[in-house]
């Protein structure tokens, strides 16, 4: 089996969020997956039944709209010979983009990135991308990351390239007390026994946290002092857990500070692993900034000047960026121009000021194009390697916040 990139796989998972936003007018769009081996003649005669029985919905408009989107899915079928390895996924229906009146048939064709296990046809007020969802996320690489003291713990689950406190805990323990004598012994023995306590809690939350990841490929225990040892030589943690601890490491704090000072060490732990490869791209990026200037771009229109000029060795996007490129026309004089907008909260403002060229309240928004699928697009064209790199990680937050979120490495850097 093709194993999918990480371009390919966040291009799915972005088409997929996009499609789970999606909603109808009624109980008409249409989802269906069809797992591999599954004859496509089969299904087609099952929804010809189906096309029979929508003959009866009671409103017009939805019995209108649920027959084109399955005489759609229909249409679409017969063009397979026969039904692909992984499977196929359909989802089809109209939706509305403003009054009654407005839908407008869509239908998406998807190859599954994993063999399909079940069978489903739904009609729906939206489309049921769950199942897609699931098969994505199994994807990722999952690690562990523990790191305990006296005072505190914090258990992380590190997904692909995200990392995720999932339980921050403070053991209430007071530190070593000076006095000396019988009290000192007295409150030795008691801090021991609040340390077994607390032991006992975080082996708690650890276990359940790292127990119910089935694809939990290593788990990285770390922490100040000695105590992390005294932690796994007791009886807290798992056996099953035990097993999988790939790396024990020290770090000075176990809250979030920790965490970042345990990813740093990471990448020579989990050498192969998502989130080490991003790291080193994002730190590459940043010294060839520094070092040389010129031998990156920053920012949509230069990236995209230079993707053009066929001077860009690798694109950067941080993964969650949400910029737009709009596209402004005046109804009054005709001007038109783009512009690129960081939050899509924003757009509508930008056509409640007068026409730059005629000065008139005419602006109305033309088009809207996401920076991140224009730049796929156009990398896709040009065939220029695109990496994205997680907003969870630090690179991440520079790229995003210092330098836009998109930006390219050129050929001589
Ligand atoms: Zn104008």
């Not at 000076?178 to 077994?196: D, I, P, T």
């Not at 790291?279 to 070092?291: I, N, T």
């Not at 909260?345 to 194009?369: D, M």
Request: hydrophobic share 40%.
């Amino acid at each position: 089996m093709k194993k999918l990139t990480r371009t390919e796989v966040y291009k799915l998972r972005r088409a997929i969020r996009q499609l789970a936003r999606k909603k109808g007018r009624g109980t008409e769009l249409i989802s269906l997956y069809i797992p591999p081996g599954r004859p496509i003649s089969d299904v087609i005669s099952m929804l010809r039944q189906e096309l029979s029985t929508a003959a009866n919905i009671k409103s017009r408009t939805t019995r209108k709209n649920v027959m084109a989107a399955l005489e759609r899915v229909i249409q679409r079928l017969k063009l397979f010979k026969s039904t692909p390895p992984n499977g196929l996924v359909i989802f089809s229906g109209a939706i509305p983009r403003g009054p009654p009146g407005s839908e407008r048939m869509e239908i998406y064709v998807l190859e599954p990135p994993l063999p399909l296990q079940t069978y489903l046809y739904r009609c729906d007020n939206r489309f049921h991308t769950e199942i897609l969802e699931q098969m994505l996320s199994s994807l990722d690489e999952v690690y562990g990351l523990l790191l305990l003291d006296t005072s505190g713990a914090s258990v992380s689950l590190i997904r692909g390239s995200h990392v995720e406190i999932v339980k921050e805990m403070e053991s209430g323990i007071p530190g070593k007390h000076s006095a000396g004598g019988q009290s000192a012994r007295r409150f030795e023995r008691l801090r021991e026994m609040e340390v077994n306590l607390f032991f006992h809690r975080v082996g708690k939350w650890a276990n359940k946290i790292f127990l119910s990841e089935d694809r939990l490929q290593g788990i990285i225990v770390g922490g100040p002092a000695h105590t992390k040892n005294e932690f796994l030589e007791g009886d807290y943690l798992d056996y099953r857990l035990k097993d999988k601890i790939i790396a024990i490491i020290d770090v000075a704090d176990v809250d979030e500070q920790g965490v970042k000072q345990a990813l740093a060490q990471l990448s020579s732990i989990l050498k192969d692993a998502r989130i080490t490869k991003e790291r080193e791209l994002g730190q590459r990026f940043l010294s060839v900034a520094s070092k040389s200037p010129n031998a990156v771009a920053i920012g949509y229109d230069e990236v995209l000047r230079r993707m053009r000029e066929g001077v860009v060795d690798t694109v950067l996007i941080v993964e969650d960026l949400s910029s737009v490129i709009v596209t402004i026309k005046c109804n009054n004089c005709g001007y038109h121009f783009t512009k690129v907008v960081e939050d899509p909260t924003q757009i509508r403002k930008l056509v409640e000021v007068p026409c730059p060229n005629c000065n008139s309240y005419g602006l109305a928004i033309s088009g809207e194009k996401e920076v991140v699928d224009a730049v796929l697009e156009e990398a896709d064209n040009l065939s220029i390697r695109v990496e994205i790199i997680s907003s969870s990680i630090e690179e991440g937050v520079i790229l995003k916040k210092a330098f836009g979120g998109v930006v390219a490495i050129l050929k001589w850097a």
